[in-house]
């Protein structure tokens, strides 16, 4: 019977010790405040899961250092002398409503992964219908850029002699033997995109327009291999 008792006097003796080291040393890393120094956090009598974590702040300079710009980016001028009559007045009514017209229904085409798009050309041809054959142009802003072979290269809208608005054009090189191919698309990719700042084709970003369109006008269906495809229902593409 004392036998046991000292027995037992021992164990709780051995948890009470470790109790007070899980309270002083956790297991875990607990970081020091931003304005706390490493020997000022070790001195503290606070236990450290008691403490509240206060993030670091992140410096300016450190942010800086963790964006990484596009070579064609580094040093270029972004002032006001490339940007020329933006925003200065509104286009004509008549010009507006060409811009901003209901698309055709037969212009709209569905790639095969189910994405309503309207094709380039249409793009062109609705800003040549606005503004008259050379009363528009896309300009590009620098060279171009590869990265993880995707090919890049920032473009700017004018229209009328007047800035309307810039993006950056992307295309995957593979597939691609001609380097000039895959120029093109990146043109053509950055024409789509500065042209929704002119209100072309806003219908293709409204989910009830696209998802509309694809129940009348498409069909999801099965390729010779097996994979499901999206297609038009006027294409002529063979399916099994």
């Excluded at 875990?28 to 899961?49: I, K, L």
Aim: hydrophobic content about 35%; aromatic content about 10%.
């Amino acid at each position: 019977m004392l036998r046991n008792i000292s027995l037992l006097r021992r164990q709780l003796s051995t948890s009470s010790v470790l109790m007070q080291q899980f309270a002083t040393r956790p297991t875990f890393r607990t970081f020091p405040a931003e304005n706390e120094s490493a020997e000022q956090e070790e001195m503290s009598e606070t236990p450290r899961f008691q403490r509240t974590f206060t993030p670091r702040s992140v410096q300016p300079t450190e942010m800086k250092a963790a964006i990484n710009p596009f070579p064609e980016e580094v040093g270029q001028d972004y002032t006001s002398a490339l940007y020329q009559g933006a925003s200065e007045k509104a286009f004509p009514e008549d010009v507006t409503e060409i811009l901003h017209a209901p698309l055709a229904i037969e212009d709209v085409e569905i790639k095969p992964d189910g994405a309503v798009y309207l094709p380039e050309n249409r793009y062109r041809k609705i800003l040549g219908k606005a503004f008259g054959p050379g009363g528009w142009c896309l300009m590009p802003r620098g060279a171009h850029s590869l990265a993880g072979g995707v090919l890049s290269r920032e473009y700017a809208l004018f229209c009328g002699g007047r800035f309307v608005s810039q993006a950056r054009g992307h295309a995957s090189i593979m597939g691609f033997s001609n380097p000039a191919m895959a120029s093109e698309v990146v043109r053509s990719n950055a024409l789509m995109r500065a042209c929704k700042d002119l209100g072309i084709g806003n219908e293709l970003w409204d989910p009830a327009f696209t998802l509309g369109w694809k129940s009348q006008y498409a069909t999801r269906r099965t390729d010779a291999n097996g994979k499901p495809r999206w297609v038009k229902n006027s294409s002529q593409a063979q399916y099994s």
